[in-house]
């Protein structure tokens, strides 16, 4: 790896309208900052991300996931804009490339051409038929000699359809002479990154136009912006996971944060939501239901199943309104409207409807634990912590609040009362 990647997230993000900064806006389940972070870091070992609004906030929210980070804090007070972020940015290698935090949809292979070439400066640029708040690019005989932002053209350079797409690949050298030469001399007063393309068109440098995809480099400035940067996203996840093998009905319906796994043959319904760090293998989610940070094998949800975080089902069944939290069933059948936290149940137990285990007293979680060949009558509630040995019954409508061992039946029961002609003297009829 012989390019450095300096990532430009000081901005404030007003248009967010948002107390989180722009930059840590999710987008299918991963900050757009941290899908920037990606993509650098497939071409790039020296990575260093400029900071200002809320700077310890986005740190720390870095750290959390990346190591091997470099961080600059910029002078936004003295050196607004741009250009005043690069000012005491140090890199190590021959080029450096130039991003925006929020940019969530480059890719690796634009990344790469961005930086191909002998050319003193590379950068990104779009042909917009709508070029109405963009930096004009002024080109001839396929060389840049210009830099127009919008509130400093003439009526001729308004006219111009060639944007700048705002990345930039320079000779490092050349950059860190550049730098502290900017002047913030403009309608704005701020230092504008843009001006070392004059700088190096005034020296007879090579400033190369590089022509990109508008869909890769859009910027996330508000949230029907986010919105939009979603579906692109969603389109690009789904896609890839279809080519893979994965069926999706109707996958316009389907969510899939991008974190999440698929291995052998898996089958997504309509309106499925697959969410966090879930894994699934040979497994088919049905209508409507939701996974969450789980994992799902050789299994089947829903539809309408909910499958909370820290979840495995391996060789297991789970109906219609059946939700699961932070519990590990194999080989289980739990056909509808039933509540399982904090649970592991096993092989060849059958889960009635109704039942809940009571694992919340309050003040704690409690574990339910349920062996081997159990089956579980319609409208228990098992309160833990509650241990159910192998091979045992518990009937229809039974508060469990003590351990069963092998082989028993479990039944609390009141005895039935039955009141002849009752409805006739409560209505008086």
């Known amino acids: 790896m012989s390019i450095s990647i300096v990532i430009l997230a000081a901005g404030k993000g007003s248009r967010m309208k948002s107390t989180t900064p722009k930059v840590l806006h999710e987008i ?16 790039s070992d020296d990575i260093t991300v400029v900071l200002y609004h809320q700077a310890t906030r986005v740190q720390q929210a870095i750290e959390s996931h990346y190591q091997n980070i470099n961080f600059h804090m910029q002078d936004a007070k003295q050196f607004p804009g741009t250009g005043g972020a690069m000012k005491g940015v140090s890199t190590k290698y021959e080029k ?12 690796q292979n634009s990344l790469l051409a961005l930086t191909e070439g002998t050319a003193d400066i590379n950068m990104s640029v779009i042909k917009l038929e709508n070029p109405h708040g963009y930096g004009r690019v002024l080109i ?26 705002g990345i930039y690949c320079v000779n490092t050298k ?13 309608a704005q007063k701020e230092y504008y990154l843009t001006d070392i393309v004059k700088m190096a068109v005034d020296e007879n440098k090579t400033v190369s136009p590089i022509y990109v995809e508008e869909e890769e480099f859009k910027g996330v400035n508000s949230k029907l912006d986010l919105a939009d940067a979603e579906v692109i996203m969603q389109d690009r996840i789904k896609k890839e996971l279809m080519e893979s093998g994965v069926t999706m009905r109707f996958p316009d319906s389907i969510y899939i944060d991008c974190r999440a796994t698929f291995e052998g043959e898996c089958i997504l319904e309509n309106n499925v939501n697959i969410i966090g760090t879930s894994k699934l293998i040979n497994a088919h989610i049905k209508t409507n239901s939701i996974i969450e940070d789980s994992i799902i094998e050789d299994s089947d949800v829903g539809p309408m199943g909910r499958i909370r975080p820290l979840t495995y089902l391996k060789d297991t069944h789970i109906g219609n309104f059946v939700e699961v939290k932070k519990s590990t069933l194999t080989g289980v059948k739990a056909g509808h409207l039933a509540y399982i936290g904090d649970a592991t149940i096993n092989k060849g137990s059958n889960i009635g409807a109704g039942v809940i285990t009571c694992n919340y007293d309050g003040k704690a979680k409690h574990k339910t634990i349920i062996g081997k060949n159990v089956f579980v009558g319609s409208d228990c509630q098992l309160v833990a912590p509650v241990t159910i040995e192998d091979d045992v019954i518990i009937a229809a409508g039974t508060t469990l609040n003590k351990d069963i061992k092998k082989g028993s039946l479990a039944i609390t029961r009141s005895a039935l009362k039955i009141l002849p002609d009752f409805f006739y003297k409560f209505f008086g009829k």
Do not use: W
Not at 146 to 158: F, G, P, R, T, Y
């Open 28 to 43: 299918s389940g991963k900050s757009m900052l941290f899908h920037a972070i990606d993509a650098g870091q497939k071409i």
């Open 96 to 107: 450096t490339l130039i991003l925006n935090g929020d940019m969530p949809l480059i890719t």
């Open 140 to 165: 001839e005989n396929e060389n840049v000699q210009e830099i127009v932002e919008q509130k400093d053209c003439n009526q001729a350079q308004l006219a111009t359809k060639t944007v700048n797409a």
């Open 174 to 186: 050349l950059l860190n002479r550049y730098i502290p030469l900017l002047s913030n001399k403009n």
